[in-house]
C-alpha cells in the first residue's frame, strides 16, 4: 500500500474497507511524515526494545516503529480497523495487534505473555477523549513500562509539564510527576490530522520513575491531599484543606507551622516534596 500519512491512501482505505471515522473514538489520523518521524525518533528506539501502541489507527507510527523496535504490540479499540491493519502493515512478522479497549484490558498480563515480559515503551498519539485515564492506568497500577511517549492535547501538555507557581500547575502535575519525568518533545499543529481537531498537540516523554518521587505512609491520602489543596484555587491552604479533608483548622494550621509552610500560601505553590511531607505529617494526626 501507499504511504500511510497521504490523503489519498487514507480516502482509498475508507472506501475499500467502508471506514468512517469516528469521533467518539478520538480518531483523528497523522497525515505527517514529519511528525511521525519527530514521534518515533523522540522515543529513541533501538533494536532490542518492545513497544506497546495504544491506537494504531491505520499503523502509521506501527509501521515506522516495526522497523526499528523488536516488537510493537497494538492495542487498537475500533474492530473496523482490524482488517485495515492486517493489509497495511502485512509486512512485518514482529507486529501484534489486539482489539481491546486499553482502558478495560489487562495490560500487565498481555505485556507478560506477548512482549516477552519486557519493560516496553509507551509510544501513541492518544486519543483527546481518554488521554488522561490512559496515562494515569499505566502510572497508577504500577504497569511496567520504561517511558511513555505520547500525542496529547497541547493544554492536558502544558498541565503535565506545569512547576510549581505556573498558573497551570495542578493536581494533575502533582499526579503525573509523583511518578515520572516529563519533557516536550514536539509541539504539532491541528492542520497535521484528518479530520483536523479543533486543538494544537504537543509531544511529550514521560520518563517512568523506579521508585515514586516522594515516599509517602498512603498513596491514597497523599493524593487526598493533594486534591484538597488544588481544590479551592484561590482559598489558602489553610481554609482548602480544612475545607477539603473536613479538618479542624486549627489542627491543620499546627501541621502546616510543623512542616514549615506558611498556612497563607496557596496549594499551587507547593512542591511534590512539599506535599509529601504535608501529607504525611497529616496522616499521623487525622
Ligand atoms: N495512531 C494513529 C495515527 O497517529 O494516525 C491513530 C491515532 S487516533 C488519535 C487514536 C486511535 O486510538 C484511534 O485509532 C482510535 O480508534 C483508538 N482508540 C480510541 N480509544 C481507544 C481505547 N480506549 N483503547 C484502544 N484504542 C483506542
Same mark, same amino acid.
Given at each position: 500500500?501507499?504511504?500511510?500519512?497521504?490523503?489519498?491512501?487514507?480516502? #482509498?482505505?475508507? @472506501?475499500? %474497507?467502508?471506514?468512517?471515522?469516528?469521533?467518539?473514538?478520538? =480518531?483523528?489520523?497523522?497525515?505527517?511524515?514529519?511528525?511521525?518521524?519527530?514521534?518515533?525518533?523522540?522515543?529513541?528506539?533501538?533494536?532490542? +526494545? %518492545?513497544?506497546?501502541?495504544?491506537? &494504531?489507527?491505520?499503523?502509521?507510527?506501527? #509501521?515506522?516503529?516495526?522497523?526499528?523496535?523488536?516488537?510493537?504490540?497494538?492495542?487498537?479499540?475500533?474492530?473496523?480497523?482490524? &482488517?485495515?491493519?492486517? @493489509?497495511?502493515?502485512?509486512? %512485518? +512478522?514482529?507486529?501484534?495487534?489486539? /482489539? =481491546?479497549?486499553?482502558?478495560?484490558?489487562?495490560?500487565?498480563?498481555?505485556?507478560? =505473555?506477548?512482549? +516477552?515480559?519486557?519493560? &516496553?515503551?509507551?509510544?501513541? /498519539?492518544? $486519543? #483527546? %477523549?481518554?488521554?488522561?485515564?490512559?496515562?494515569?492506568?499505566?502510572?497508577?497500577? +504500577?504497569?511496567?513500562?520504561?517511558?511513555?511517549?505520547?500525542?496529547?492535547?497541547?493544554?492536558?501538555?502544558?498541565?503535565?509539564?506545569?512547576? $510549581?507557581?505556573?498558573?497551570?500547575?495542578?493536581?494533575?502535575?502533582?499526579?503525573?510527576?509523583?511518578?515520572?519525568? &516529563?519533557?516536550?518533545?514536539?509541539?504539532?499543529?491541528?492542520?497535521?490530522?484528518?479530520?483536523? $481537531?479543533?486543538?494544537?498537540?504537543?509531544?511529550?516523554?514521560?520518563?517512568?520513575?523506579?521508585? $515514586?518521587?516522594?515516599?509517602?505512609?498512603?498513596?491514597? #491520602?497523599?493524593?487526598?491531599?493533594?486534591?484538597?489543596?488544588?481544590?479551592?484555587?484561590?482559598?489558602?491552604?489553610?481554609?482548602?484543606?480544612?475545607?477539603?479533608?473536613?479538618?479542624?483548622?486549627?489542627?491543620?494550621?499546627?501541621?502546616?507551622?510543623?512542616?514549615?509552610?506558611?498556612?497563607?500560601?496557596?496549594? @499551587?505553590?507547593?512542591?511534590?516534596?512539599?506535599?509529601?511531607?504535608?501529607?504525611?505529617?497529616?496522616?499521623?494526626?487525622?
Amino acid at each position: 500500500m501507499k504511504k500511510l500519512t497521504s490523503v489519498s491512501t487514507i480516502r #482509498y482505505i475508507m @472506501e475499500k %474497507y467502508g471506514f468512517n471515522f469516528s469521533k467518539s473514538l478520538g =480518531q483523528n489520523f497523522l497525515t505527517s511524515d514529519h511528525v511521525v518521524n519527530e514521534i518515533v525518533s523522540g522515543s529513541e528506539l533501538s533494536e532490542g +526494545d %518492545y513497544v506497546l501502541e495504544v491506537g &494504531p489507527g491505520i499503523g502509521v507510527m506501527t #509501521y515506522e516503529m516495526a522497523k526499528i523496535a523488536k516488537k510493537v504490540l497494538a492495542v487498537e479499540i475500533d474492530s473496523s480497523l482490524i &482488517p485495515v491493519l492486517n @493489509e497495511t502493515l502485512e509486512e %512485518y +512478522d514482529n507486529i501484534e495487534i489486539i /482489539n =481491546q479497549d486499553v482502558l478495560k484490558v489487562d495490560i500487565q498480563s498481555e505485556i507478560k =505473555q506477548r512482549l +516477552d515480559g519486557s519493560r &516496553p515503551k509507551v509510544v501513541a /498519539n492518544l $486519543p #483527546y %477523549y481518554v488521554t488522561t485515564p490512559i496515562i494515569m492506568k499505566f502510572l497508577e497500577e +504500577d504497569i511496567k513500562v520504561s517511558d511513555i511517549i505520547v500525542m496529547i492535547q497541547k493544554e492536558v501538555a502544558d498541565r503535565i509539564n506545569a512547576e $510549581p507557581g505556573n498558573k497551570t500547575y495542578g493536581a494533575l502535575s502533582v499526579a503525573v510527576q509523583f511518578f515520572s519525568e &516529563p519533557s516536550i518533545i514536539a509541539k504539532v499543529p491541528k492542520t497535521v490530522f484528518m479530520p483536523q $481537531p479543533k486543538v494544537d498537540s504537543t509531544v511529550i516523554r514521560l520518563k517512568v520513575l523506579d521508585e $515514586p518521587r516522594v515516599k509517602v505512609e498512603d498513596r491514597k #491520602y497523599f493524593f487526598k491531599v493533594v486534591r484538597a489543596a488544588f481544590g479551592k484555587r484561590r482559598k489558602t491552604l489553610l481554609n482548602a484543606l480544612s475545607s477539603g479533608l473536613g479538618m479542624e483548622k486549627s489542627i491543620i494550621e499546627q501541621v502546616l507551622l510543623d512542616t514549615g509552610i506558611d498556612p497563607k500560601r496557596r496549594g @499551587e505553590t507547593l512542591s511534590i516534596e512539599e506535599f509529601g511531607e504535608l501529607s504525611n505529617n497529616l496522616w499521623k494526626v487525622k
